[in-house]
Structure formats: structure tokens, C-alpha cells
């Protein structure tokens, strides 16, 4: 299932992390590649540490948590902090799949030297505090309009074929995780966006897009003043599913 959503950040919030952005410290995008990517990858990245994209992260991520369609079509148990790329001068990102996960850093104790004994403090400094995170859903943000760009189209490969994504600044693409997908080279002007991943509730796409198509039935029923009680029922069916698929 492939969902774009076409209103996620405002014309003011786009232009402030235009400009964020554009004034960015970035480095070479095969730093975070695994071994096999390493070859196919050719970009730039902010750093995770990035005070600037931890702040256009935060935004973006309040924006999701507030977007109904992406609520419903995601059912997001965890968004994993955005990450940032750009493209220019032929920069490209060969056919992949993502990591299935990824270590995402915890928030750790706020003082833990006044509530744990000297061992545990050891125990503490050797580990500390992070969560392994099922990138089920990807996301990518455009922050640059298809007019400033040549190439630098987002190709997913799905079910049902081949799409080519490239879609206007503040704007989201929302797809499977299990797909195959790359970024063709960008020939002309800079190709600016955020990607990241989603653990979902309901790890099957299938299940989740079955979900979502009976979520979206019983709001048409709600609208249109369908009898209260078949629509109580409905809902309570969708409960029961999601019950019986959904994960921790
Ligand atoms: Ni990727």
C-alpha cells in the first residue's frame, strides 16, 4: 500500500527548514550505508546528532502524530528519529530494501549515579539505554519542489509495478518497508528530503491496507447517517481485528 499525503507541514514550516537545511553541515551519506549499500549509495546526509534535523525531526514527527490519514493508514506504535538526505550532481541511490531494524538511543535514567549502587552505574556506562525498532514503514518528505530538480524521482517497486514518486516541498510518501525502492540521479539543482521508518502496530502490509479500507467504509457510513447500530458493530470488528493482529 502506497499513500501519499499531500498536507503534512505548512507553506511557513517548509520554508524554515528550506532554509535550515540549505545552510546545513553535510556528510557523506556512505558513512551510515551497510555493506551492501555502501556501493550503491551516493548522497549526502546530516549527521544523527544534527541539531538541525533533530528539530525539523521533532516537527515532522508532531506533524505525523496529528495526521489522521497517516494514523489510520500507519497505526504507528514507534516513528524512528527522521533522517535527512540530498542529492546533487548526479548523486543517486541504487535498487534496495532497508534494514529490517534499526538501534534507536533510549532516554536514560536522569540522574542515574543517585539511584543506582556503584556496579549498576558500570553495568549502565557499558550499555546504555537503547531500542531495537522493525522499520515496517517508510517514509520520505520532499523539501524541494519537482520544478527545482531534474531526475531525483523516488522509484518503488510494488505489487502492482513500478511507481515513480516526486512530489511538491512538505509533501509525504508513506510505503511499505518490504519494498524494493531507489532514487534516480539528480541531473540538475538539489534534491532535499527526510526519510525514516515506522514500527507499526500491525507488521503485514496486507492486514494493515484491510484495516485501513474498512476504517475509511465506516467513516463514509458515519457521514452519510447509516443506521447507528451497524456501524457500532463494524467498529467493533475493526477492534476485534486489530486485537487479534496487532503487536506490542
Ligand atoms: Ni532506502
Not at 117 to 145: E, G, K, N, W, Y
Not at 161 to 171: S, T
Not at 193 to 212: C, E, I, K, M, N
Request: charged share 20%.
Amino acid at each position: 500500500m502506497l499513500i501519499t499525503i499531500p498536507d503534512l507541514l505548512s507553506a511557513e514550516h517548509i520554508r524554515q527548514c528550506r532554509q535550515a537545511l540549505e545552510s546545513a553541515d553535510w556528510t557523506d551519506g556512505r558513512a551510515t550505508a551497510g555493506h551492501v549499500a555502501v556501493d550503491l549509495k551516493n548522497n549526502r546526509q546530516l549527521a544523527l546528532d544534527n541539531p538541525i534535523g533533530r528539530q525539523i525531526g521533532d516537527l515532522i514527527t508532531q506533524a505525523l502524530r496529528r495526521h489522521p490519514v497517516f494514523q489510520s493508514a500507519a497505526l504507528p506504535a514507534h516513528i524512528l528519529p527522521p533522517r535527512f538526505n540530498r542529492y546533487e550532481g548526479g548523486e543517486h541511490y541504487g535498487f534496495h530494501i532497508d534494514n529490517a531494524f534499526f538501534r534507536v538511543p533510549g532516554v536514560a535514567p536522569a540522574d542515574p549515579a543517585q539511584a543506582r549502587p556503584a556496579a549498576s552505574q558500570a553495568m549502565h556506562a557499558a550499555a546504555p539505554a537503547s531500542c531495537l525498532l522493525r522499520t515496517d514503514i517508510s517514509t520520505t518528505v520532499f523539501f524541494s519542489d519537482p520544478d527545482e530538480y531534474d531526475g531525483g524521482e523516488l522509484i518503488i517497486q510494488d505489487t502492482y509495478g513500478e511507481q515513480r514518486v516526486k512530489l511538491p516541498a512538505g509533501q509525504a510518501v508513506v510505503y511499505p518497508g518490504t519494498s524494493l525502492h531507489r532514487v534516480t540521479p539528480v541531473t540538475r539543482g538539489v534534491r532535499y528530503g527526510s526519510f525514516f521508518w515506522t514500527q507499526s502496530l500491525v507488521r503485514d502490509d496486507g492486514r494493515r491496507a484491510l484495516l485501513l479500507q474498512q476504517d475509511v467504509a465506516i467513516q463514509r457510513l458515519i457521514q452519510s447517517g447509516a443506521d447507528a447500530d451497524t456501524v457500532s458493530q463494524l467498529t467493533g470488528v475493526y477492534h476485534n481485528l486489530l486485537r487479534l493482529w496487532a503487536e506490542p
